[in-house]
Structures are given as structure tokens and as C-alpha cells.
């Protein structure tokens, strides 16, 4: 099913505006993921689509049809939270039968439902168990299990992993992705951590401050970041920023740490020169043993290392840089050691630029 919002405004009854004028339009089978720090208004968002919070202001269509006034029974909406909320007392087959079973479907169709269910989930095996004889993970499939049940068109999720460990949690990663390909449910999940959105999103929607700070695909919001917040907060380590001015196709950094030209001409030149900008690139883009070749492209970076971090198969490196700070990767190989000063090289095609006072990127 496809859903629509339209300059939808929250209100609560204190006062406080938790969601402005949010616009978005959701495809057919489409795994939406509403990331955000916490109280950015992901709950908030999530529960007016469920039709547990009032809309202040603003259309929300499904199909088509306004629904704002729609009880949420009648949305064809299943939602999932991170907790499980399991009948401890019912078995797993119990548990996942109890809304059919109350909804009085027959036995015969209960009992196919139960069967097909598990087995998309991987659960057949446990279906006479009660929840507290399951892991962490288990639980959390046999509540997705009570929402895939009912083949509701809708699936709404709410921090559905975050109670599992991180092994289950990336486990469960690569289980919804497939339940999802196999159900084909439009889904919403909603989530802070920014790995789960660029893994399982068909698009993100990044947010803060009950705003959409940008809509896209994983690999647009992690190559073409549309400002300053976003480049910030997908990505991790998050980018580096370096504030600074460009003057006569020159950047000099705010605490004069950093002066070198930009390299740009024409038009490209003219959209920033004179300004107030911010350079941004990302940990990876660090190059430590540039090639001869390469030289013209590349900006000299340096700093000296306050902390890392072995991750086997790529160090993380932090840096002080003057009285500002950077995180840049490195292979395994590479040694690093405290205190030591790096010399490192960033492409002039890998930098991002902003507008320092919109914080919007600036496309060259
Ligand atoms: P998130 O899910 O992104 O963490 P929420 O949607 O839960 O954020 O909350 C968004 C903002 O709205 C927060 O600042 C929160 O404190 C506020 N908020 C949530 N529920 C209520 C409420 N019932 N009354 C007033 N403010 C609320």
C-alpha cells in the first residue's frame, strides 16, 4: 500500500511542536527508515501513522484515501516495538495464533497461518516453547511473527533490535531484509542508529528537531549529503568539518591551521569565493601514502594521535588538529602510535563544501 503525508504538524497538548510541516510520500512495498537522534520525533511520526497520536495539522493518506480520522484497527497496519510484549504463559504457537484466534478465524486456517509463519522465520522448530526458553532474537521474530500473521499491508517498527545483542542485532539486520522481500509489505522502521538505516532502507529519511533534513537513498544521503547535519550524522565515524573562508579561490581555516587553494574555476569558483564555507571529507579518505601522480589533486593533512582503534581489518584514528579534532582510517598495517604526529592527504574531489551559515551543501 502506498501512504502519503502531507504538511503534517504535531502539537502536544503542552505545547511543544514536535513535528513541522512534514511531507512524504511512501511507495507501494517500499522499507522506509525514519533515523534521527533521540526525540527528533520518530515515535512521534510513526504513532500518528498507526493512529495512536492525533495529527495537529495536515493530510495522511493511505491509498489514496484520507485517513486522519481513521481508528487504527481499520489502518490494515501491524505494528512492531522493541518490546516484545509475548504472552509468557502461551507457548510460541499460542502467542503468534492468539490475534486470529481472537479475531475468530477457524482452526484449520489459524493452524496453516501458524505453520507458513514460522517457517518464513525460521521458527518452526520452537513452536512448543515458551518465550522465556527462546534467546533474544527468537522473541523479537516470534513479535514479527504476530504481525506477519495477520498479513497486515502495513508494517510500522519502532527500535524493533534494540534489545538484542549486537551479533542478533546484525543477524535480524539480514532477517527483515529477507522477510521483507519475501512479504512485500511497505514497512517503517524507525531507528537513532544510522548503520540500520543505511542497511535495510530502500530510502532514509533523516531527521532532527521534527524536521526531514533529507529523503534518499542509502548511497545518496552517504555520497551527496544535502547538508551539513546529514553529513554529520550518517556515516561513522561521522565526516570531518574544517570551518573556514575562501578568499582568491584559497581556503583558510577559521584557526589558520589549514591554507590551500581549492582548485576551482569558473562558475564553480564563483559560488564560493568570498564566503564563509565548511570543508568536509570523510575517515576513509584519508590517503597515507599518496602516489606521485596524484600530487596536484591532494591537500596535505596532518595531526597528532590522541586515541585508536583496532577493528582488525581497519583502524580508527583520532587525531588533534591544533585545537580541533579529526578521525581518519587506516589499513591494519599501518602503525600508529599515541602522540605521534600523522601526515596525511585528502583528494580535493573528495572534500564536500557547505554554506557555513545555511549549513546547506554547495554543489559545484
Ligand atoms: P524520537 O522517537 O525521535 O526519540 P519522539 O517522537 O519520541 O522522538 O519525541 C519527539 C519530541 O516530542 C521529544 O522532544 C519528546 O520529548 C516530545 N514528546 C513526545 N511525547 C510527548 C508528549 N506526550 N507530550 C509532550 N511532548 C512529547
Request: glycine share 8%; charged share 25%; hydrophobic share 40%.
Given at each position: 500500500?502506498?501512504l502519503?503525508?502531507?504538511?503534517i504538524?504535531?502539537?502536544y497538548?503542552?505545547?511543544y511542536?514536535?513535528?513541522?510541516?512534514?511531507?512524504?510520500?511512501?511507495n507501494?512495498?517500499?522499507?522506509?527508515?525514519?533515523?534521527?537522534?533521540?526525540?527528533?520525533?520518530?515515535?512521534?511520526t510513526?504513532r500518528?501513522?498507526?493512529?495512536?497520536e492525533d495529527?495537529?495539522?495536515?493530510?495522511f493518506?493511505?491509498?489514496?484515501k484520507r485517513?486522519?480520522d481513521?481508528?487504527?484497527k481499520?489502518?490494515?497496519?501491524?505494528m512492531?516495538?522493541?518490546?516484545?510484549?509475548?504472552?509468557?504463559?502461551?507457548?510460541?504457537?499460542?502467542?503468534?495464533?492468539?490475534?486470529?484466534d481472537?479475531?475468530g478465524?477457524d482452526?484449520d486456517?489459524?493452524?496453516k497461518?501458524?505453520?507458513?509463519t514460522?517457517?518464513i522465520l525460521?521458527?518452526t522448530?520452537y513452536?512448543?516453547?515458551?518465550?522465556?526458553?527462546?534467546?533474544?532474537g527468537?522473541r523479537?521474530?516470534?513479535?514479527?511473527?504476530?504481525?506477519?500473521?495477520?498479513?497486515a499491508?502495513?508494517f510500522?517498527?519502532?527500535?524493533?533490535?534494540s534489545n538484542?545483542?549486537?551479533?542478533?542485532?546484525?543477524?535480524?539486520?539480514?532477517e527483515?531484509i529477507?522477510?521483507?522481500?519475501d512479504?512485500?509489505?511497505?514497512?517503517?522502521?524507525?531507528?537513532?542508529?544510522q548503520?540500520?538505516a543505511?542497511?535495510?532502507?530502500t530510502?532514509?529519511v533523516?531527521?532532527?528537531v521534527g524536521?526531514?533534513?533529507?529523503v534518499?537513498?542509502?548511497?545518496?544521503l552517504?555520497?551527496?549529503?544535502k547538508?551539513l547535519?546529514?553529513?554529520?550524522?550518517?556515516?561513522?565515524?561521522?565526516?570531518?568539518?574544517?570551518r573556514?573562508?575562501?578568499?582568491?579561490?584559497?581556503?583558510?581555516?577559521?584557526?589558520?591551521?589549514?591554507?590551500f587553494?581549492?582548485?576551482?574555476?569558473?562558475?564553480?569558483?564563483?559560488?564560493?569565493?568570498?564566503?564563509d564555507i565548511?570543508?568536509?571529507?570523510?575517515?576513509?579518505?584519508a590517503?597515507?601514502?599518496?602516489k606521485?601522480?596524484e600530487?596536484?589533486e591532494?591537500v596535505?593533512?596532518?595531526?597528532?594521535?590522541?586515541?585508536?582503534?583496532?577493528?582488525?581489518?581497519i583502524?580508527n584514528?583520532?587525531?588533534?588538529?591544533?585545537?580541533?579534532?579529526?578521525?581518519?582510517?587506516?589499513?591494519?598495517?599501518e602503525?600508529?602510535?599515541?602522540?605521534s604526529?600523522?601526515?596525511?592527504?585528502?583528494k580535493?574531489s573528495?572534500?564536500?563544501?557547505f554554506?557555513?551559515?545555511?549549513e546547506?551543501?554547495?554543489e559545484?
Amino acid at each position: 500500500m502506498s501512504l502519503e503525508l502531507k504538511n503534517i504538524y504535531k502539537i502536544y497538548p503542552n505545547g511543544y511542536q514536535a513535528i513541522s510541516d512534514f511531507n512524504l510520500k511512501i511507495n507501494d512495498g517500499e522499507f522506509i527508515v525514519l533515523v534521527g537522534p533521540s526525540g527528533c520525533g520518530k515515535s512521534t511520526t510513526l504513532r500518528m501513522i498507526a493512529g495512536l497520536e492525533d495529527i495537529t495539522h495536515g493530510d495522511f493518506f493511505i491509498d489514496g484515501k484520507r485517513v486522519n480520522d481513521l481508528p487504527p484497527k481499520d489502518r490494515g497496519i501491524a505494528m512492531v516495538f522493541q518490546s516484545y510484549a509475548l504472552y509468557p504463559t502461551l507457548t510460541v504457537y499460542e502467542n503468534m495464533a492468539f490475534g486470529l484466534d481472537l479475531a475468530g478465524f477457524d482452526e484449520d486456517i489459524i493452524k496453516k497461518r501458524v505453520t507458513e509463519t514460522a517457517e518464513i522465520l525460521g521458527l518452526t522448530q520452537y513452536l512448543d516453547r515458551l518465550p522465556k526458553a527462546l534467546s533474544g532474537g527468537q522473541r523479537q521474530r516470534v513479535a514479527l511473527g504476530r504481525a506477519i500473521i495477520r498479513k497486515a499491508k502495513i508494517f510500522l517498527m519502532d527500535e524493533p533490535l534494540s534489545n538484542l545483542d549486537a551479533r542478533q542485532r546484525v543477524n535480524m539486520r539480514s532477517e527483515l531484509i529477507r522477510i521483507h522481500r519475501d512479504i512485500g509489505a511497505t514497512t517503517i522502521y524507525v531507528t537513532h542508529d544510522q548503520i540500520e538505516a543505511m542497511t535495510m532502507a530502500t530510502r532514509i529519511v533523516c531527521m532532527d528537531v521534527g524536521v526531514i533534513k533529507q529523503v534518499g537513498t542509502p548511497e545518496e544521503l552517504y555520497f551527496h549529503p544535502k547538508n551539513l547535519f546529514v553529513a554529520g550524522f550518517i556515516g561513522d565515524p561521522p565526516m570531518n568539518f574544517i570551518r573556514g573562508h575562501v578568499a582568491d579561490g584559497t581556503f583558510t581555516s577559521n584557526d589558520g591551521y589549514y591554507t590551500f587553494p581549492l582548485g576551482l574555476s569558473g562558475d564553480a569558483l564563483a559560488k564560493v569565493n568570498n564566503r564563509d564555507i565548511v570543508v568536509a571529507y570523510r575517515p576513509e579518505h584519508a590517503i597515507w601514502h599518496p602516489k606521485a601522480e596524484e600530487s596536484e589533486e591532494l591537500v596535505p593533512m596532518k595531526g597528532k594521535v590522541e586515541v585508536y582503534e583496532m577493528l582488525g581489518d581497519i583502524q580508527n584514528v583520532y587525531l588533534n588538529v591544533g585545537k580541533e579534532k579529526a578521525i581518519i582510517k587506516a589499513a591494519p598495517d599501518e602503525s600508529v602510535l599515541i602522540d605521534s604526529e600523522i601526515n596525511y592527504y585528502v583528494k580535493k574531489s573528495d572534500f564536500h563544501l557547505f554554506d557555513a551559515k545555511t549549513e546547506e551543501a554547495i554543489e559545484l
